[in-house]
């Protein structure tokens, strides 16, 4: 894929996250960067739960409000999230947007937050977003949208009580316009693909898991294979959610699943139908690419988030 830096790490693991970001702007780049000269994107050091999960989940919901305030072209909650030269630059950013002329369709993002204070902390995020304008009833204009890759480090303040967004450096990032009838094919293609994944798991049937991943991907699915010998775990997986394409290109895509994974312990007489546990919610994001003339699932990352149905955010391992 031409944006390959967007599965690179920025020296440290970044996680992943299902929550909805906005869209870079290239020509910002520079305003990005703070104007103090110290760099304070280069703070690495433990940072325990007590700031990384206020301090998370704050700037999931500052970049969930930006994105909703630079459609709609309003600064109406602005102030809640951020401060210092991030505001300063949102608040421009948005004098200057069209209300409702480009919208976000799909994004994913990875990220970690890799140092801190108990008044500040640093988050490297890697961030993929397909957005475009929408059409006279609200639907997308497949014809006109665009992918856009980051790579950049957030800044994050304890002001006043409240943690907000203070600053951001961008250290890598691009824009791409979108191939909308190789993006429906590639959609077929992960269908396909991914219900073939599905049904080899529950046959555990390691040569047809073959047949539809390679490399990373290959090698967590047969690993997995081999605890739930182990472990004489005969459960099987039933799935119910949406597909959909973040990004695609002729040699590479990359594509999630949004909805329930349900495990179904199978009666063992096959005389019953499965017993099923409780629906998981769970967000499942692929890279896919053509390996000898064939599509494959290369890499799978699961969320570490989740969303309520009134938009309260769940970090993984804060409660």
């Known amino acids: 894929m031409q944006n390959n830096a967007f599965w690179r790490t920025l020296a440290l693991a970044i996680a992943l996250v299902s929550a909805l970001l906005r869209a870079p702007d290239p020509a910002a780049a520079q305003d990005a960067s703070p104007s103090s000269s110290s760099a304070w994107w280069a703070t690495v050091n433990p940072v325990d739960n007590n700031v990384r999960c206020p301090a998370t989940l704050a700037w999931l919901n500052a970049t969930d409000v930006e994105q909703r305030d630079e459609e709609q072209a309003t600064t109406d909650q602005l102030t809640e999230v951020a401060t210092g030269p991030e505001l300063v630059r949102e608040q421009q950013r948005i004098s200057q947007a069209v209300p409702h002329a480009e919208r976000q369709w799909a994004a994913y993002s990875r990220w970690s937050t890799v140092g801190g204070t108990a008044q500040e902390a640093v988050i490297y995020a890697t961030r993929i977003v397909r957005s475009g304008p929408a059409d006279a009833t609200g639907n997308e204009r497949t014809d006109a949208e665009t992918v856009d890759t980051a790579q950049v480090a957030y800044r994050m303040l304890l002001d006043n009580g409240a943690w907000r967004l203070a600053d951001r450096h961008i250290f890598e990032q691009a824009r791409h316009a979108?191939?909308?009838?190789?993006?429906?094919?590639?959609?077929?293609?992960?269908?396909?693909?991914?219900?073939?994944?599905?049904?080899?798991?529950?046959?555990?049937?390691?040569?047809?898991?073959?047949?539809?991943?390679?490399?990373?991907?290959?090698?967590?699915?047969?690993?997995?294979?081999?605890?739930?010998?182990?472990?004489?775990?005969?459960?099987?997986?039933?799935?119910?959610?949406?597909?959909?394409?973040?990004?695609?290109?002729?040699?590479?895509?990359?594509?999630?699943?949004?909805?329930?994974?349900?495990?179904?312990?199978?009666?063992?007489?096959?005389?019953?139908e499965p017993s099923a546990q409780a629906a998981e919610p769970t967000t499942l994001v692929h890279r896919l690419e053509l390996v000898d003339g064939q599509w494959k699932i290369v890499d799978e990352a699961e969320a570490t988030t989740r969303r309520d149905a009134d938009g309260t955010e769940h970090v993984e391992g804060c409660g």
């Not at 594509?255 to 063992?268: K, V």
């Open 178 to 272: 979108l191939n909308h009838q190789l993006g429906v094919s590639m959609l077929q293609e992960y269908q396909r693909l991914f219900e073939r994944l599905i049904r080899a798991y529950n046959a555990r049937d390691g040569d047809a898991l073959q047949s539809v991943l390679d490399g990373q991907a290959l090698e967590d699915y047969r690993a997995e294979l081999q605890r739930l010998e182990d472990q004489q775990d005969h459960r099987m997986v039933q799935i119910n959610g949406n597909l959909n394409m973040i990004d695609a290109e002729p040699s590479a895509a990359v594509m999630i699943f949004q909805g329930t994974w349900t495990y179904a312990d199978a009666d063992a007489a096959g005389d019953a």
